[in-house]
């Protein structure tokens, strides 16, 4: 099994420790330990039934590991409960799209903000001036993002009326509205046509490039992953197959085997 880069100085961003889930005596993850560095894409991959998405819901904290512990800058994400997820720091897209679909794409961005607010309901109620420079922070924010996704021509189109590739923009826009250091990705790919997979792969890229967000993708579209990722941990059956650059994940004869026969993009 390969290990990551070599001389890895800096202190992860983030730190999977031998996390284990184990549901009804099935084991769904078997000490799966890897490090992400800050501005990294680290893309996760594996078959079906590999363990990804059981890994990937322990780290936006639908899951709570059996054993183990993951570490967002040296504090276990582990205590926190899942609504304060986005406090930390950690943003997520879902694999079928968690909009508003009633909300206009500007609602829905809004909804990300609130993740990062300190008000509260006496402070709202009263209008009090901090909650206005707020609210105005808030909105010159999303705004920005709006403007920097493309989707300011749409801002006040209810998120039901339109294509399911722009609905993976407003989502991927709501996450940025949280401020994330770190940007899960659950099957970004899904339901899109291979133009738009491409368009996506330049987008992740741009978005760590210009606001320094560090992403973890989850994704059965090998060659979105083998294109962006920097860094790739190969799963199979819950443990970790394999881990190191997209060519030597890509070369590794336990990945070839396990992906043998299977028809990946």
């Given at each position: 099994?390969?290990?990551?880069?070599?001389?890895?100085?800096?202190?992860?961003?983030?730190?999977?420790?031998?996390?284990?889930?184990?549901?009804?005596?099935?084991?769904?993850?078997?000490?799966?330990?890897?490090?992400?560095?800050?501005?990294?894409?680290?893309?996760?991959?594996?078959?079906?039934?590999?363990?990804?998405?059981?890994?990937?819901?322990?780290?936006?904290?639908?899951?709570?590991?059996?054993?183990?512990?993951?570490?967002?800058?040296?504090?276990?994400?582990?205590?926190?409960?899942?609504?304060?997820?986005?406090?930390?720091?950690?943003?997520?897209?879902?694999?079928?799209?968690?909009?508003?679909?009633?909300?206009?794409?500007?609602?829905?961005?809004?909804?990300?903000?609130?993740?990062?607010?300190?008000?509260?309901?006496?402070?709202?109620?009263?209008?009090?001036?901090?909650?206005?420079?707020?609210?105005?922070?808030?909105?010159?924010?999303?705004?920005?993002?709006?403007?920097?996704?493309?989707?300011?021509?749409?801002?006040?189109?209810?998120?039901?009326?339109?294509?399911?590739?722009?609905?993976?923009?407003?989502?991927?826009?709501?996450?940025?509205?949280?401020?994330?250091?770190?940007?899960?990705?659950?099957?970004?790919?899904?339901?899109?046509?291979?133009?738009?997979?491409?368009?996506?792969?330049?987008?992740?890229?741009?978005?760590?490039?210009?606001?320094?967000?560090?992403?973890?993708?989850?994704?059965?579209?090998?060659g979105l992953v083998m294109?962006?990722?920097?860094?790739?941990?190969?799963?199979?059956?819950?443990?970790?197959?394999?881990?190191?650059?997209?060519?030597?994940?890509?070369?590794?004869?336990?990945?070839?085997?396990?992906?043998?026969g299977s028809k990946d993009?």
């Amino acid at each position: 099994m390969m290990q990551a880069h070599s001389g890895q100085t800096a202190s992860p961003l983030l730190a999977v420790r031998d996390v284990s889930v184990v549901f009804g005596g099935i084991v769904a993850l078997n000490g799966i330990s890897f490090d992400m560095k800050k501005g990294q894409i680290l893309g996760l991959i594996g078959p079906n039934g590999a363990g990804k998405t059981t890994l990937f819901n322990c780290l936006s904290r639908l899951y709570q590991p059996s054993k183990g512990d993951i570490l967002l800058e040296g504090d276990s994400i582990l205590t926190r409960p899942p609504h304060r997820i986005s406090e930390m720091g950690i943003g997520r897209t879902f694999q079928n799209v968690a909009l508003f679909p009633n909300l206009s794409v500007l609602d829905n961005v809004r909804v990300g903000t609130h993740a990062r607010t300190n008000s509260d309901i006496v402070s709202d109620s009263l209008r009090l001036p901090w909650i206005r420079r707020g609210e105005k922070e808030m909105n010159k924010r999303v705004d920005d993002i709006l403007g920097y996704l493309e989707l300011r021509n749409v801002a006040h189109t209810p998120v039901s009326g339109l294509p399911f590739g722009t609905q993976k923009r407003v989502e991927l826009a709501r996450a940025l509205a949280t401020e994330p250091k770190i940007l899960l990705l659950d099957e970004p790919a899904g339901g899109l046509n291979h133009e738009e997979v491409y368009i996506l792969g330049d987008l992740v890229r741009k978005i760590r490039d210009d606001r320094g967000v560090t992403v973890l993708l989850v994704e059965h579209h090998m060659g979105l992953v083998m294109s962006i990722a920097d860094h790739v941990v190969a799963l199979n059956f819950g443990r970790k197959l394999a881990e190191g650059t997209p060519t030597q994940v890509q070369n590794d004869p336990d990945v070839i085997k396990a992906y043998l026969g299977s028809k990946d993009q």
